[in-house]
């Protein structure tokens, strides 16, 4: 099931200064534990061609908002992406192979399609981490404008982020700076690693969110809180002196941590049983 070049290519990537990594391809290389056989030079390939397809529509004048209607009628138009609202915790969501293949997934591994097309026809966009929902917008000075992958390519200004951040929490929100950061690629890989761990989590498949998690310290190894949930992974599938590891070395760097005491109980019981 793992894939360990796919895990190697991917490490190589992500070791690389943010700006460089190329995005789609260590998305591809997350698909490929998942899908062994798979080539992402073929998907790379796709997304070239569709690049190519798109940047034939766009308009002489390439004024920011015609630039992004036009790709929101190609993605959404044309091609038929959308929004995965009926399974929206199919782990097929968060694979880019899946996501290209079948034009479905959830909103961080649209606007990865989004966000790749959009670099392929030079109009540079960038992610946005708003709390509870993943949007992107134009890298352009002074321009706040949005973009909701997930929803056909809304167009998004801040008083519609404040409304959907309270739609989100289901109470007024006021929009903070803070709330619209923008991400690296880096965090946005680390961030559909995320959502893989939730979703193995939810289901017990425990070697593929051990997988998830390993992932993701790759990309942040100085992640505390992903150090102790690769310790509680081990633990769960009995592997204990590497939980041990992992948690006695979480301790030592979050000495004042919320689940200290849990967490000593935890390494006291596998202490125990040894």
């Given at each position: 099931?793992?894939?360990?070049?796919?895990?190697?290519?991917f490490?190589?990537?992500?070791?690389?200064?943010?700006?460089?990594?190329?995005?789609?391809?260590?998305?591809?290389?997350i698909?490929?534990?998942?899908y062994?056989?798979?080539?992402?030079?073929?998907?790379?390939?796709?997304?070239?061609?569709?690049?190519?397809?798109?940047?034939?529509?766009?308009?002489?004048?390439?004024?920011?908002?015609?630039?992004?209607?036009?790709?929101?009628?190609?993605?959404y138009?044309?091609?038929?992406?959308?929004?995965?609202?009926?399974?929206?915790?199919?782990p097929?969501?968060?694979?880019?192979?899946d996501?290209?293949?079948?034009?479905?997934?959830?909103?961080?591994?649209?606007?990865?399609?989004?966000?790749?097309?959009?670099?392929?026809?030079?109009?540079?966009?960038?992610?946005?981490?708003?709390?509870?929902?993943f949007?992107?917008?134009?890298d352009?000075?002074?321009m706040?404008?949005?973009?909701?992958?997930?929803?056909?390519?809304?167009?998004?200004?801040?008083?519609?982020?404040?409304?959907?951040?309270?739609?989100?929490?289901?109470?007024?929100?006021?929009?903070q700076?803070?709330?619209?950061?923008?991400?690296?690629?880096?965090?946005?890989?680390?961030r559909?690693?995320?959502?893989?761990?939730?979703?193995?989590l939810?289901?017990?498949?425990?070697?593929?969110?051990?997988?998830?998690v390993?992932?993701?310290?790759?990309?942040?190894?100085?992640?505390?809180?992903?150090?102790?949930?690769?310790?509680?992974?081990?633990y769960?599938?009995?592997?204990?002196s590497?939980?041990?590891?992992?948690?006695e070395?979480?301790?030592?760097?979050?000495?004042?941590?919320?689940?200290?005491?849990?967490?000593?109980?935890?390494?006291?019981?596998?202490?125990?049983g040894?």
């Amino acid at each position: 099931m793992i894939s360990s070049s796919a895990r190697q290519y991917f490490y190589l990537e992500v070791q690389q200064p943010d700006e460089y990594i190329d995005l789609a391809r260590a998305a591809l290389y997350i698909a490929q534990e998942e899908y062994p056989s798979i080539d992402p030079e073929e998907y790379l390939n796709i997304l070239d061609t569709m690049a190519g397809e798109l940047q034939e529509r766009l308009p002489v004048e390439r004024y920011p908002m015609r630039v992004i209607q036009t790709i929101n009628q190609y993605i959404y138009g044309d091609l038929g992406f959308s929004g995965n609202k009926e399974t929206y915790y199919d782990p097929r969501n968060s694979f880019l192979n899946d996501v290209i293949e079948r034009r479905l997934g959830i909103p961080i591994s649209l606007a990865v399609v989004y966000l790749e097309l959009a670099r392929r026809i030079n109009f540079p966009m960038v992610g946005i981490g708003m709390p509870g929902h993943f949007l992107i917008r134009p890298d352009i000075p002074n321009m706040e404008i949005f973009v909701d992958a997930f929803n056909d390519g809304e167009i998004l200004f801040l008083q519609d982020c404040q409304e959907k951040l309270s739609q989100i929490y289901q109470q007024p929100v006021k929009l903070q700076p803070e709330f619209l950061p923008k991400v690296t690629t880096s965090q946005i890989l680390a961030r559909m690693l995320s959502n893989l761990k939730y979703i193995y989590l939810k289901q017990q498949e425990l070697e593929k969110a051990l997988a998830a998690v390993e992932r993701i310290l790759l990309v942040f190894p100085d992640t505390t809180l992903e150090l102790r949930d690769r310790g509680l992974i081990f633990y769960q599938l009995g592997q204990f002196s590497q939980a041990i590891n992992d948690l006695e070395t979480y301790l030592i760097k979050a000495p004042e941590a919320d689940d200290l005491l849990a967490i000593q109980r935890l390494l006291m019981q596998m202490g125990k049983g040894q």
